[in-house]
């Protein structure tokens, strides 16, 4: 009984401290046009975060995900709230937009998975046909 009373205080403690962390999909922004706000966010294990489809047209997909946790896909023009289970680098795209780069990067804690996650950032600033570099400039962020 001690055990599981422990068990449910902690996991009250530590929701009670996540964070919230909220991106934008938009058709222009501070970056440029076809672009997520931020576009790269440092969190920690726990905490959440909400794509807001603010214009038409937009939902986010991963691309590279820590080990243990499951790809996602959210639905066109749907707010997503994603819960960051394991540490590491989180790398997500716009599927229609993802030749324009719009893509982003979320780090939880330490970069645990950063080999496979700097390969997916690789190949998708290989494929972007507009705003070359905005993914790197992202990357660069994780340390």
């Known amino acids: ?22 991106v934008k999909m938009l058709n ?14 440092k969190a920690a294990v726990g905490d959440t975060v909400t794509f807001k489809p603010t214009h ?10 820590p080990e243990g946790v499951e790809n996602f896909l959210s639905e066109e ?3 997503f709230t994603l819960k960051l289970t394991k540490e590491g680098v989180y790398v997500y795209t716009c599927p229609p937009h993802r030749l324009m780069n719009m893509n982003g990067v979320i780090q939880v ?14 190949e998708m600033e290989k494929r972007a046909m507009q705003n070359k570099g905005r ?4 990357w660069e962020q994780v340390k």
């Not at 009984?1 to 909220?22: D, G, I, P, Q, R």
């Not at 804690?109 to 690789?122: E, H, I, L």
């Not at 993914?135 to 992202?138: D, N, P, V």
């Open 109 to 122: 804690g330490k970069p645990v998975n950063q080999v496979q996650a700097q390969a997916a950032v690789d």
């Open 28 to 41: 222009n922004g501070a970056d440029g046009g076809m672009v997520f706000e931020p576009g790269f966010v």
């Open 135 to 138: 993914l790197k400039k992202y």
């Open 77 to 79: 023009d749907q707010e």
């Open 1 to 22: 009984m001690k055990k599981s009373l422990f068990a449910l205080l902690l996991t009250a403690s530590v929701s009670a401290f996540a964070a919230n962390h909220e």
């Open 56 to 65: 038409k047209g937009h939902w986010v997909q991963s691309k590279a995900v």
